[in-house]
Nanobody, 124 residues
Framework: QVQLVESGGGLVQAGGSLRLSCVAS????????MGWFRQAPGKEREFVAA????????YYADSVKGRFTISRDNAKNTVYLQMNSLKPEDTAVYYC?????????????????WGQGTQVTVSS
């Protein structure tokens, strides 16, 4: 069992930046690939970014490529999402998730554990 707790969300103006953090507890963090997803009001949850267990491989949704960066620190049991050049359409609840598959995966059904989410609001 893995518990995930996100933080770092908030209100920011368009063009600004935020860094989300997700701290894991429970089983060995490095066993898992990690991902970030988001869900806007009235929309389905969508993939944002993922990173392999070692951090060697990353993958991004086209909508955030070049603006967001996912990283992890296995010594701190933490995965990060650096979000730059934020747009109003980035407004959503952001969730981190852990996958026992260990490699990068974009489908939500591949993730076994989820955090409670953190709200990101980008004003125009």
């Amino acid at each position: 069992q893995v518990q995930l707790v996100e933080s770092g969300g908030g209100l920011v103006q368009a063009g600004g930046s935020l860094r989300l953090s997700c701290v894991a507890s429970g089983r060995t963090f490095s066993r898992y690939a990690m991902g970030w997803f988001r869900q806007a009001p009235g929309k389905e949850r969508e993939f944002v970014a993922a990173i392999s267990w070692s951090g060697d491989s990353t993958y991004y949704a086209d909508s955030v490529k070049g603006r967001f960066t996912i990283s992890r620190d296995n010594a701190k049991n933490t995965v990060y999402l650096q979000m730059n050049s934020l747009k109003p359409e980035d407004t959503a609840v952001y969730y981190c998730a852990a996958s026992e598959l260990r490699f990068v995966t974009t489908t939500s059904s591949s993730y076994d554990y989820w955090g409670q989410g953190t709200q990101v609001t980008v004003s125009s």
